[in-house]
């Protein structure tokens, strides 16, 4: 149990002066959040259920089983504990669905706090917001909260669970999730989102979030905005131009307001700094990009900063990938919407504690966090999760785990050109295009 030695060497952490604890959260918050939970003496308690949970998220195999034989291996259960998963998954039922929460946002607060100043743009946080989506087993009450595609036939496709996310930049911290289903549109789940901005941030994003509305709202929280200009038209004849495609206009509120605005009012008018750049890149779709900024201020962020910035945005992209495709968040296992949310939670938290480690281990080696591989320390973390049982060795172990994590770095290749495209041709079997009960009798009648 990876998380377990964590959380079980919190004194020897704190001696040895690890920033593990620094960034993300030692053994009181967890007591804190479940330490009150559970007053019946139970072989798996609140605090012990999280930790075999989270060990569950961060191995390759997510199997029930295989994280009750962690947690065995791990000394985390007794070995008169049975090997039969019935308790556990009762135990995990038990955990609310908030505290995960809390710990899992907690993880990344806390990793996001202790950035360096460094690693910040021009000293402010930069927080990238992307939306994406994960399926979930295909049964009646997921299909309930979370439905599946209009156009699939029922019995055939996956519920579809939305969410968007909010990154920190410098850290690559997740800080949350708005969850919800086809319904709730992107922009809809990201102002969900807004009370974790803090005044000065910057909110960094595609053409989905260059809204009059959301811009001007953001401001009003002291919060700007970096983001590629979608459908407006700009002409950079007009306005106070400050260089080549790079000028100050004024954009006015629209006559129509948007109906989620309610009673929130916005200004009539507002300056808005318009930038255009061409990509130089071989083998990059797009060749030119305009953004729209409410840094205003030329000289101290140039044209060529905010281009930089714009590049850095393919950073989320990366995250979630890490997130869905290297932990495996990409379709969750659970068989019920609270359940499924649960599991969100944990991959958040497994996700955020991988990301402390890779940020300490970036600061020893004085490279830039990005360079530290996610599967590597994964994988580092997993196996010495194993040798960490001795007190006495315990802070030599950990320090030579961040020492592993510092050299196993990602290749340094700025602008990669790669083809999106796979070699391996997937198994053809036919599609499943009738529920599964059906084609189940038509095999028996025949």
């Known amino acids: 149990m990876a998380k377990s030695v964590i959380v079980r060497r919190a004194s020897e952490l704190k001696a040895v002066g690890a920033t593990v604890l620094r960034a993300a959260f030692g053994i009181e918050l967890v007591r804190e959040v479940l330490g009150g939970l559970g007053k019946r003496k139970r072989l798996f308690d609140p605090v012990s259920t999280w930790l075999i ?16 034989a962690q947690a065995r291996a791990a000394k985390l259960l007794s070995a008169k504990a049975s090997v039969r998963t019935g308790a556990y998954c009762q135990a995990r039922n038990r955990l609310p669905e908030e505290a995960l929460h809390r710990l899992a946002t907690g993880l990344g607060a806390e990793l996001s706090q202790a950035e360096r100043k460094a690693d910040l743009w021009h000293g402010r946080r930069v927080v990238v917001q992307d939306g994406s989506a994960v399926t979930l087993p295909d049964t009646p009450e997921n ?4 439905p599946q595609h209009g156009e699939q036939e029922p019995g055939c496709g996956f519920p579809i669970m939305y969410l968007c996310t909010l990154l920190s930049l410098a850290s690559g911290a997740l800080l949350d999730f708005a969850l919800g289903n086809k319904h709730d549109g992107e922009l809809g789940l ?45 002409d950079f004849r007009k306005g106070r131009i400050v260089g080549i495609t790079d000028h100050i206009t004024c954009w006015h509120a629209p006559q129509q307001l948007p109906a989620w605005l309610g009673s929130q009012v916005l200004p009539p008018f507002m300056p808005m700094r318009e930038v255009r750049f061409e990509v130089q890149v071989p083998g990059y779709r797009v060749q ?44 969750l296992r659970t068989k019920t ?12 938290a497994a996700y955020n504690l991988l990301r402390t480690l890779m940020y300490s281990a970036a600061e020893k080696a004085n490279v830039p966090v990005a360079r530290v591989s996610f599967q590597g320390c994964r994988q580092r973390l997993v196996a010495a999760a194993t040798e960490m049982d001795c007190r006495a060795a315990f802070a030599r172990q950990y320090r030579q785990l961040i020492r592993d994590v510092a050299q196993d770095l990602n290749p340094d290749r700025p602008f990669r050109v790669e083809p999106r495209a796979v070699k391996r041709r997937p198994k053809q079997y036919n599609l499943l295009n009738k529920p599964r009960a059906v084609l189940k009798e038509q095999l028996k009648a025949a």
């Open 143 to 146: 299909q309930a909260a979370y």
């Open 288 to 331: 030119t990009v305009t953004l729209v900024t409410t840094l205003l201020d030329s000289e101290e962020y140039t044209k060529e900063d905010l281009a930089e910035l714009f590049f850095c945005r393919w950073q989320v992209e990366l995250r979630l990938r890490d997130i869905k495709t290297m932990l495996g968040m990409d379709h």
């Open 53 to 68: 949970f989270l060990g569950q998220t961060l191995a390759a195999d997510h199997s029930c089983r295989n994280a009750l």
């Open 190 to 234: 990201w102002r969900r989102l807004w009370d974790l901005f803090q005044p000065g941030d910057i909110a960094l994003g595609d053409r989905s979030y260059c809204s009059y509305a959301d811009i001007a709202l953001l401001r009003q929280r002291n919060v700007d905005v970096v983001a590629r200009l979608a459908r407006r038209k700009t």
């Open 337 to 348: 919407p609270e359940r499924a949310r649960k599991e969100t939670w944990m991959f958040l």
